[in-house]
């Protein structure tokens, strides 16, 4: 069902062309895409995608787009930064009409965000590294996992290859006269922590440098699945198949490494 409130949406007020969270948006997030995903993944499940838990949400963009889908549809973004959200009420939420009802900010830890149900809950952007030790990871799976819907599903993305694990500087153009630069300051193999920075080259030698620093520690699929299942999910890894330059993703029990990957790893929960 589509929702008709998206055709009388007031404006928004419009950010900066360079501000950093619209040149993120633009060079790494893909709403409709990873939606789909999300939907096919509750469903696969036997469940109904309508009730969406967005942690570690950042500006909200994929809680803002969720609503949108239909009227049936409701999203809480959680996420610790209040500066974040505030950016979300100037320049998304005003955007949605009738469907910023069904859109709900809460300024929280993860692990202790609302208690749902909740047909799915997501963390994407690999933002759980924030979460180093296994006690730490496990907790706020546990508590996602008591968030959700009876055939809900929580959703990780993942990402590795041996491209992960050492120092290197990836830059590619996104529009505008607009180079995005994904930088791998660092990386421990003994604590897996890896620290990582975005910068934005901008029209005129400009640059915006450090816009994003991160602080991760980075988590294998073996340990997300094994961690996934002592908070009492089932899990299942989504892996990509598709030619270079397209996305598939398929569930997995085995792959061949690759430079690079991004996979997602599935906890549904068991009857």
């Not at 007031?10 to 060079?27: G, M």
């Not at 996992?145 to 290197?168: I, M, N, T, V």
């Not at 003994?190 to 005129?204: D, N, S």
Request: net charge positive; charged share 30%; glycine share 10%.
């Amino acid at each position: 069902m589509t929702d008709r409130s998206r055709r009388a949406r007031p404006a928004a007020p419009r950010p900066p062309p360079h501000d950093r969270h619209v040149l993120y948006e633009r060079a790494v997030q893909h709403a409709d895409s990873e939606l789909d995903l999300v939907d096919r993944a509750v469903r696969r499940g036997g469940g109904t995608p309508r009730r969406l838990r967005e942690d570690f949400s950042g500006t909200a963009l994929l809680s803002a787009a969720w609503v949108r889908r239909g009227r049936d549809r409701s999203a809480v973004a959680v996420d610790l930064d209040a500066a974040v959200h505030a950016w979300a009420r100037a320049h998304r939420v005003p955007g949605l009409g009738a469907a910023a009802a069904r859109l709900r900010l809460v300024e929280a830890d993860v692990r202790e965000g609302p208690p749902g149900p909740f047909d799915a809950v997501i963390a994407f952007n690999f933002s759980y590294g924030v979460l180093q030790t296994r006690e730490a990871l496990g907790a706020y799976l546990t508590a996602a996992a008591g968030a959700l819907a009876p055939r809900g599903a929580l959703l990780l993305d993942a990402y590795g290859g041996w491209d992960a694990e050492k120092e290197l500087v990836e830059r590619r153009r996104i529009g505008g006269g607009v180079s995005y630069v994904w930088e791998q300051e660092s990386f421990d193999p003994i604590t897996r922590r890896v620290r990582c920075a975005i910068h934005f080259e901008l029209p005129g030698g400009r640059r915006l440098r450090r816009a994003f620093t991160y602080d991760w520690r980075l988590w294998t699929v073996p340990e997300l699945t094994e961690l996934m299942r002592e908070a009492g999910l089932e899990p299942e890894v989504l892996w990509d198949v598709a030619p270079r330059g397209a996305t598939r993703y398929v569930p997995r029990r085995s792959a061949s490494n690759q430079g690079g990957w991004i996979a997602y790893v599935v906890g549904r929960r068991r009857p």
